[in-house]
């Protein structure tokens, strides 16, 4: 079975811009959350959207958002870019709410410049 | 207020060495899961293993064992015989039931394994 997915792999922008990251789950997983993993740290928690609705969201501001679609697959965005967004951007799968097991796909880097 | 604490921020060892990485977690909820994640330099983060907070028993798998403590808010995770493919950054986590999505990441210990 194919493991998480995420496009791109890499995306360099321009402070301002607004950028669009996806995902697709483990098949029969439902619910996805997305992490932000600024070098050197841990990931911080950003959303989980579970059955295609919000499930909880971090300490991330309104210019993040995001959404599941009915396939389960999910788009992150991010408005008017700073460079401190720069960061490996993590999706996890896993099939219930509570992560008991999550599955992370390779990452999207992003580079804001 | 919740909080995981890696106090190791790097490690290295001459392989065949055993090593253990220490992870200490804050939170009053009584009902919570403890993670380690596994980083290796290709970016994506490895699921090793989940604990319950009512299973205090410690688990071995294979090389890997980990020992948990409530007592001392502890889950510690040693490799013994250490092999340079270990090298890798680790995390210990925490997820709370009450909070259900979150996790929390401590801040990783990168750990080096030198032939």
């Known amino acids: 079975d194919a493991g998480v997915t995420q496009s791109p792999t890499h995306l360099i922008k321009t402070r301002g811009q607004h950028v669009t990251l996806r995902c697709s789950p483990i098949s029969g997983h439902k619910s996805v959350s997305w992490y932000q993993q600024v070098l050197g740290q841990g990931p911080q928690f950003i959303f989980q959207?579970?059955?295609?609705?919000?499930?909880g969201r971090g300490n991330f501001p309104d210019r993040f958002s995001a959404r599941q679609f009915p396939n389960y697959s999910s788009e992150l965005n991010v408005n008017a870019l700073l460079l401190g967004d720069s960061a490996l951007y993590l999706c996890?799968?896993?099939?219930?709410?509570?992560?008991?097991?999550?599955?992370f796909g390779p990452g999207t880097r992003l580079t804001v410049t | 207020a919740q909080k995981v604490t890696q106090a190791q921020t790097e490690i290295s060892v001459v392989e065949k060495e055993d090593v253990t990485l220490d992870c200490v977690y804050e939170t009053r909820d009584t009902t919570y899961y403890l993670f380690w994640y596994k980083q290796p330099p290709s970016g994506e983060l490895v699921f090793l293993i989940r604990r319950n907070s009512f299973d205090e028993q410690n688990e071995i798998s294979g090389r890997y064992s980990w020992n948990f403590q409530k007592s001392t808010s502890s889950f510690n995770f040693t490799i013994t015989a250490s092999q340079v493919v270990d090298s890798a950054v680790y995390f210990c986590?925490?997820?709370?039931?009450?909070?259900?999505?979150?996790?929390?990441f401590g801040s990783g210990t990168r750990l080096s394994i030198r032939p």
């Open positions: 986590a925490l997820n709370l039931y009450s909070s259900a999505s979150k996790i929390i």
């Open positions: 996890a799968s896993s099939l219930a709410q509570q992560p008991y097991e999550q599955y």
């Open positions: 959207y579970y059955e295609k609705e919000e499930r």
